[in-house]
């Protein structure tokens, strides 16, 4: 059946099975390999992928179930040569060991931003409970996830570019 | 893991989707979220020869209200019935089992109706409308068919829907004066039940005139437990009459012993749930939530 995918927003065309899962078909015929298969039974949230910003499983979810819809994996969050908030806020707390949960946790918490921007750190675990990290790094996680919040608190505060190139905002 | 190969049609109509299934409901599954499906066809427990993908149906998903009754559109993200603040205050213990169903990227996806249609007998809507004395809306080519909470659920992973229906509507009615709660034990989140409890009262004046009582995985479905109903209708909630009813309902509870507990642990546990839940629930009724 044909698929047709917005990924990381280009769009993607493919030929597939019905079976196909949505993981198989971004690591395989999109070779986009940051989207990983942990437990493979929706248990530990490694395949988490935004579909409409929405965080989903990527391993319990068909292909052409989601053909049209628009998704974001890790790939899909840095903005060019530069890192996300989120990326940012991973990086500077050391909110990773071994790296094998992060690419979920790290879309966890963008879309968690997105609609909650200022969290408290209980919201930050239920937020990612369906998330496993099998290093038990969840203290530095939550740290991460705060820190592109305070970065995406002060971007709002800060004045636009615009406004300091016209000599407003001091 | 992939499932074995299916036929896959995503019908964009109900009238589609009941039309397929009249034809070939025999051989297929129908799949709303497929959070509970998909993990069934990857392991292989349903190989079905055609999936009938009616996630995309329209007017499907929602909740509402008329004519005293809820009615949540069978496609109904469990994510939505959480977040509701509406429900909230009509029927608070809707968003309080949501919330500790699966995990919440599951909650996203998974639907009331899909759930419902899986009737795992550690499912919690199950034992949610059951307690709630909800009634289940189907829909074939033939026509809508109501099904009461009661005649449902049939056995593991069997309900009264045929091959050739949809679930399309839950509907719960709503009192003034009753409340509920739902009380669940995980080992982690988003581990099924150890065991749950749902209940709900309605009060007329000091009486308790309707109770629901609800129990998930303690059975061979979600059960219902009669028995500590009317041990409770029409009498006053006090502390003696609220045990003799959570004595009934963990008599009542079947049990298998298991990695999460013992089946004699599960009963007690079944006893403490349906005290603690009828006591909350009580509360809630005369706060009139």
Do not use: T, V
């Given at each position: 059946m044909k698929v047709t995918l917005k990924v990381n927003g280009a769009e993607h065309t493919g030929d597939v099975e019905p079976r196909v899962l949505l993981v198989d078909f971004i690591r395989t015929n999109l070779r986009l390999t940051g989207t990983h298969i942990g437990c493979d039974t929706s248990g530990c949230g490694a395949c988490t992928v935004l579909v409409d910003g929405t965080p989903l499983k990527s391993c319990t979810l068909l292909a052409v179930q989601v053909s049209g819809r628009s998704i974001t994996t890790v790939e899909g969050l840095a903005a060019g040569a530069g890192m996300s908030p989120i990326q940012t806020g991973f990086h500077e707390e050391h909110g990773?060991?071994?790296?094998?949960?992060t690419p979920g946790m790290m879309l966890v918490g963008t879309a968690l931003l997105e609609h909650n921007p200022n969290p408290t750190d209980e919201e930050i675990r239920w937020a990612i409970s369906g998330n496993i990290c099998r290093c038990t790094g969840y203290m530095n996680i939550v740290k991460a996830i705060q820190h592109a919040a305070a970065i995406n608190a002060a971007a709002a505060k800060a004045p636009a570019a615009e406004a300091v190139a016209a000599g407003g905002g001091k | 893991m992939f499932p074995a190969a299916f036929d896959y049609r995503a019908p964009a109509s109900l009238a589609e989707a009941v039309d397929i299934l009249r034809q070939r409901g025999e051989e297929a599954k129908v799949m709303a979220g497929g959070q509970s499906l998909i993990p069934l066809l990857k392991l292989r427990f349903s190989q079905p020869a055609l999936v009938v993908d009616?996630?995309?149906?329209?007017?499907?998903a929602g909740i509402s209200r008329s004519n005293g009754h809820l009615s949540i559109g069978a496609l109904t993200k469990h994510a939505a019935v959480e977040s509701s603040t509406e429900l909230k205050t009509v029927c608070p213990i809707l968003p309080e089992a949501a919330h500790w169903i699966a995990d919440p990227l599951i909650r996203n996806q998974g639907t009331v109706g899909g759930s419902i249609c899986h009737?795992?007998?550690?499912?919690?809507w199950g034992a949610v409308m059951l307690a709630l004395g909800a009634d289940f809306v189907a829909r074939s080519e033939s026509g809508e068919r109501v099904i009461h909470g009661a005649d449902f659920f049939q056995g593991p992973f069997t309900t009264a829907l045929r091959a050739d229906e949809v679930l399309t509507e839950i509907r719960i009615p709503v009192a003034a004066h009753s409340g509920g709660a739902y009380n669940k034990l995980e080992r982690k989140v988003g581990d099924f039940a150890t065991v749950a409890v749902a209940v709900q009262v309605e009060l007329n004046g000091d009486r308790v005139a309707r109770a629901g009582i609800g129990l998930t995985a303690v059975a061979d479905r979600n059960l219902k437990a009669t028995d500590a109903e009317k041990a409770l209708t029409?009498?006053?909630?006090t502390d003696e009459v609220i045990a003799e009813a959570a004595r009934l309902a963990a008599a009542a509870a079947e049990p298998k012993s298991d990695i999460r507990g013992s089946s004699e642990y599960k009963k007690d546990v079944v006893r403490v749930f349906v005290q603690r839940g009828l006591k909350t629930a009580v509360a809630r009724a005369r706060e009139g939530k």
């Open positions: 990773l060991q071994c790296g094998f949960c | 009616i996630g995309h149906l329209p007017n499907l009737a795992d007998p550690s499912g919690d029409g009498k006053p909630p």
